[in-house]
C-alpha cells in the first residue's frame, strides 16, 4: 500500500511537469505581447502566466479527484517558480514572502474577477478586467485588451471540451491566436 502511494506521487510529478511546462509555453506565446497587448515585462509575463493557469483551473474544476489533485500541484509550482523568480530578481529572503503574499493576493483576485466574467459569458467586463490588471497605472489610457479576452473565451470552451483522459494525463494544450502549440 506504501509503495502504491510513491508510485502514485511520482507519476503525478510527472504529469504536472509536462502540464506545467505546456501551460507556461503558451504563456510565453509571442502573439500575446506582439499582438494582443500584453507587455513583455516580468509583470506581463506574470499576468499571462496567471490568466492561463486561471483558465487550466476552470478546466479542472470538473475534472474527477485526481485532476483536481494534479491542478493543486501545478498551483504549487506556479508558486514556487514565482518564488524563485523573485530571488533571480535580486529580492532579498527578508523580501520575499511579502512580494509573495502580494502576488498570490494578486492572483486570487484575477482569479474573481475573469471568473465572474467568463461565468457571465461577457467578453467586455472580461476585457475591461484584463485592462485594469495588466494596465493598472493606465486607467482609460490602457490598450484595448478585446482580443486576449475573446481569445479566453473560446480557449475555455475549448477546455470545457476536452476528453478527461487529455486532462488526466497532463496533456492539455492550449490553442494559441497563431495557431496550436
Same mark, same amino acid.
Given at each position: 500500500?506504501?509503495?502504491?502511494?510513491?508510485?502514485?506521487?511520482?507519476?503525478?510529478?510527472?504529469i504536472?511537469?509536462?502540464q506545467?511546462?505546456?501551460?507556461?509555453? +503558451?504563456?510565453? +506565446?509571442?502573439?500575446? /505581447?506582439? %499582438? *494582443?497587448?500584453?507587455? $513583455? +515585462?516580468? #509583470?506581463?509575463?506574470?499576468?499571462?502566466?496567471?490568466?492561463?493557469? &486561471?483558465?487550466?483551473?476552470?478546466?479542472?474544476?470538473?475534472?474527477?479527484?485526481?485532476?483536481?489533485?494534479?491542478?493543486q500541484?501545478? &498551483? $504549487?509550482?506556479?508558486?514556487?517558480?514565482?518564488?524563485?523568480?523573485?530571488?533571480? *530578481?535580486?529580492?532579498?529572503?527578508q523580501?520575499?514572502?511579502?512580494? #509573495?503574499?502580494?502576488?498570490?493576493?494578486?492572483?486570487?483576485?484575477?482569479? %474573481?474577477?475573469?471568473?465572474?466574467?467568463?461565468?457571465?459569458?461577457? @467578453?467586455?467586463l472580461?476585457?475591461?478586467?484584463?485592462?485594469?490588471?495588466? /494596465? !493598472?497605472? =493606465?486607467?482609460?489610457? @490602457? !490598450?484595448? =485588451?478585446?482580443?486576449?479576452?475573446?481569445?479566453? #473565451? $473560446?480557449?475555455?470552451?475549448?477546455?470545457?471540451?476536452?476528453?478527461? %483522459?487529455?486532462? %488526466?494525463?497532463?496533456?492539455?494544450?492550449? $490553442? +494559441? !491566436?497563431?495557431?496550436?502549440?
Amino acid at each position: 500500500m506504501l509503495f502504491g502511494y510513491f508510485r502514485q506521487k511520482k507519476h503525478n510529478r510527472i504529469i504536472v511537469e509536462r502540464q506545467y511546462a505546456a501551460l507556461t509555453a +503558451t504563456a510565453r +506565446t509571442p502573439v500575446f /505581447y506582439a %499582438e *494582443l497587448g500584453v507587455p $513583455d +515585462t516580468v #509583470m506581463g509575463r506574470f499576468e499571462m502566466l496567471s490568466l492561463v493557469l &486561471i483558465l487550466y483551473f476552470r478546466r479542472m474544476r470538473q475534472s474527477a479527484r485526481g485532476g483536481q489533485e494534479i491542478a493543486q500541484e501545478i &498551483i $504549487d509550482a506556479f508558486f514556487e517558480d514565482v518564488d524563485h523568480s523573485i530571488r533571480e *530578481l535580486g529580492i532579498g529572503d527578508q523580501g520575499v514572502p511579502k512580494r #509573495m503574499k502580494k502576488l498570490a493576493g494578486m492572483f486570487f483576485g484575477r482569479l %474573481e474577477a475573469y471568473a465572474s466574467a467568463l461565468d457571465k459569458d461577457d @467578453a467586455s467586463l472580461l476585457a475591461s478586467a484584463l485592462r485594469r490588471n495588466i /494596465y !493598472p497605472e =493606465m486607467g482609460d489610457d @490602457a !490598450p484595448d =485588451m478585446a482580443g486576449l479576452a475573446e481569445w479566453m #473565451m $473560446d480557449a475555455e470552451r475549448r477546455l470545457r471540451a476536452l476528453d478527461e %483522459e487529455v486532462v %488526466e494525463t497532463g496533456s492539455v494544450r492550449l $490553442d +494559441t !491566436p497563431g495557431g496550436l502549440l
